[in-house]
């Protein structure tokens, strides 16, 4: 039996950011300059996947958010309860390195972003992500987001669905 690939761990200040590279300069930028503000102020968690448990392979960020009931579909706001507002986790951020493109690390983060948010004790309805670009757009979709009627870069997973399918 051979070790898993890759080790998903919450970043800490043992992880050396420094060779990081996803082919976008923002998130880039924010792995190596910002995200460590963001998990002190407590307004994103990120987590890595280690290579080797040591080299940053790709990484990803989650925080509390909120989806507008209005903003929903229909069929699909219509059985949720009358709040102006449903809960959410936000998906803010996702990347991996391009030494360690085309293996199937995002699918496999953006797995293990479900595994957190539907373990957690606090209750949310979906996993959100906005995306950057029609790539992105495509990659949610085939994962089976959904994206809201009137914002099409913004889409959802039920985390009800997020469950079902790991029972299957």
């Not at 924010?30 to 987590?47: G, K, N, P, S």
């Not at 449903?86 to 390195?97: E, F, N």
């Not at 699918?107 to 948010?117: C, K, N």
Request: charged share 20%; net charge positive; glycine share 8%.
């Amino acid at each position: 039996m051979s070790a898993a690939p890759f080790f998903v761990a919450p970043l800490d200040a043992t992880h050396d950011r420094t060779g990081f590279r996803c082919g976008s300069a923002a998130l880039d930028r924010y792995f190596r300059e910002q995200v460590t503000q963001d998990i002190r102020r407590r307004v994103a968690a990120c987590f890595v996947a280690l290579a080797d448990r040591k080299r940053i392979a790709g990484y990803y960020t989650l925080a509390s958010a909120s989806l507008m009931l209005a903003d929903l579909p229909a069929d699909i706001g219509k059985k949720l309860p009358r709040y102006p507002a449903v809960p959410a986790v936000r998906m803010g951020r996702l990347a991996v390195d391009e030494a360690f493109s085309g293996q199937g690390l995002g699918g496999a983060l953006l797995a293990d972003a479900l595994v957190r948010a539907t373990g957690s004790e606090i209750a949310a309805y979906a996993l959100m992500v906005d995306a950057k670009d029609d790539r992105a757009v495509g990659f949610y979709a085939h994962h089976g987001f959904i994206a809201l009627p009137d914002s099409p870069s913004t889409l959802f997973l039920p985390l009800a669905t997020a469950l079902a399918s790991r029972k299957r």
